[in-house]
């Protein structure tokens, strides 16, 4: 079992920049496929960025390539999402999830492919 725990939320300026992290309890986060997910009020919650257990490959949804950066540290059992160039549209509730797959490369990017997930933490971006 893996609990999950972000941190790094809050109130920023449009055009500026917030670190978010997740923090796993666990010994097995090395196997996990990670990925970051947001929920706006009244939206589905939809993906943001899924790296593979492997580190090989990555996953950015349209609306943030380019500006976020997914990345992983094993050893301090640590999730990272670098979020620049924010914009009041990135203001939401941000989760991080696990799920366990075979593949060295895959990257889920449905929240029913994940099995762990953090408790949220808000983002909010003013104009």
């Known amino acids: 079992q893996v609990q999950l725990v972000e941190s790094g939320g809050g109130l920023v300026q449009a055009g500026g920049s917030l670190r978010l992290s997740c923090a796993a309890s666990?010994?097995?986060?090395?196997?996990?496929?990670m990925g970051w997910f947001r929920q706006a009020p009244g939206k589905e919650r939809d993906i943001v960025a899924a790296?593979?257990?492997?580190?090989?490959?990555?996953y950015y949804g349209d609306s943030v390539k380019g500006r976020f950066t997914i990345s992983r540290d094993n050893a301090k059992n640590t999730l990272y999402l670098q979020m620049n160039s924010l914009g009041p549209e990135d203001t939401a509730v941000y989760y991080c999830a696990a799920g366990r797959y075979g593949s060295s490369l895959y990257t889920p990017r449905l929240p029913s492919q994940y099995e762990y997930w953090g408790q949220g933490a808000q983002v909010t971006v003013s104009s």
């Open positions: 666990g010994r097995t986060f090395s196997t996990y496929a």
């Open positions: 790296l593979a257990w492997s580190g090989r490959n990555t």
